[in-house]
């Protein structure tokens, strides 16, 4: 057997590319999805966001600004994602919002620090943004780990936020039963190297463990894979964050308990019915992502559910059929952005 360290960091290096790049034991040809070719023509970032950058705490962030008029949305990305991810849904929403989203430090095209990655540099972040943007209050949408800023941010500062959404984001992480389960299944999950051979390989491999096969690649998810990658010139991709800041990140998501009982304001959260897509062509892995399914995250999903119903003040829980955690921010966002601007618009929710 490995000893604790080997196992330790074979662990990890399977979560940082898993996390990033999905499930799944294909090899590194093209089967199915999107050609070569074809995602050519998604090599433009077509989205209508200007990039920039704000800096806090010594740490350069990239942020997304999609324009609008109205009051200020600030957008959060997941563990291992970037603010691309929000792509196809932004631009939706900016008729009634200032629309904005952010690369949290060691994603994306911020800076990633040797440290610290925890929930005070986190949420701080946050904080040096808005101040430079000069937003004094904001609605705030956390998709997955996300969430946590959120969470902690309306805790910490309630004059400063008016509404909240959590896409998929209204889970405490900390949970040691499912965040060993989750860790595990990510293990058990882990990519072989020829999966990270080509830009290609990757493409196909995340759409079918994340996004699911039947789902249409788009210019969105485009801009979002190659914004949490590096290309090198032999074609081989290389993960954003390092292995050494997800490592950092891993250890604060399984730490950092939320305390959904400060929270002030209206809160919308937003859930899917299946973590991971359940058809993935290796039996073996399938049969595993159903285990997986029912013995874990559905009592956890339904657990998180009946939790922020119990604590948070004022909230609003919708639950979208065919969803997983990655496809319910892709799958028709023109709905999605509908359900975000018709809570964020009105008056107080109900639970």
């Known amino acids: 057997m490995m000893g604790f360290i080997s196992k330790f960091k074979f662990l ?10 999905g499930v799944g034991h294909m090899d590194g040809k093209i089967q199915g999805g999107v050609a070569g070719a074809q995602a050519q023509d998604f090599e433009t970032d077509v989205s209508p966001h200007r990039s920039a950058f704000s800096e806090g705490d010594g740490v350069r962030l ?3 600004d999609w324009g609008g008029d109205g009051p200020p949305l600030i957008l959060i990305h997941g563990i291992a994602n970037s ?8 631009p939706l929403l900016r008729d009634r919002f200032h629309v904005i ?7 994306g095209q911020s800076e990633a620090p040797a440290g610290p990655y925890d929930s005070n540099a986190l949420v701080g972040d946050l904080v040096h943004l808005l101040d430079n943007l000069h937003i004094q209050r904001a609605n705030l949408l956390g998709w997955s780990m996300g969430g946590n800023e959120v969470t902690e941010f309306a805790g910490r500062y309630p004059d400063r936020v008016d509404k909240i959404v959590y896409l998929e984001g209204g889970y405490d992480w900390s949970d040691p039963v499912f965040f060993k389960a989750f860790t595990d299944m990510l293990a058990a999950n882990s990519p072989k190297p020829e999966t990270l051979r080509s830009l290609d390989a990757l493409r196909t491999w995340y759409r079918a463990a994340w996004i699911g096969r039947d789902v249409p690649w788009t210019p969105a998810l485009e801009a979002f894979l190659r914004d949490a990658v590096r290309i090198a010139p032999n074609g081989q991709v290389d993960p954003i964050p390092s292995i050494e800041v997800f490592g950092a990140l891993h250890q604060t998501l399984g730490t950092w308990r939320r305390d959904y009982t400060k929270v002030g304001a209206p809160a919308l959260a937003i859930y899917g019915t299946s973590f991971f897509p359940q058809d993935n062509g290796d039996t073996d892995l399938a049969r595993k992502l159903r285990e997986f399914e029912k013995g874990a995250a559905q009592p956890f999903r339904r657990a998180s559910i009946d939790r922020v119903r119990r604590e ?5 829980v919708m639950e979208i059929n065919e969803r997983t955690h990655m496809s319910i921010g892709v799958i028709a966002p023109d709905a999605l952005a509908a359900s975000i601007k018709d809570f964020l618009s009105s008056g107080s929710s109900t639970r």
């Open 312 to 316: 948070l003040r004022d909230v609003r």
């Open 62 to 64: 990239n942020y997304l």
């Open 12 to 21: 990890l290096c399977s979560l940082v590319a898993v996390a990033l790049f």
């Open 101 to 107: 989203a952010y690369a949290r430090r060691g994603h």
């Open 83 to 90: 603010p691309h991810v929000f792509d196809d849904l932004a």
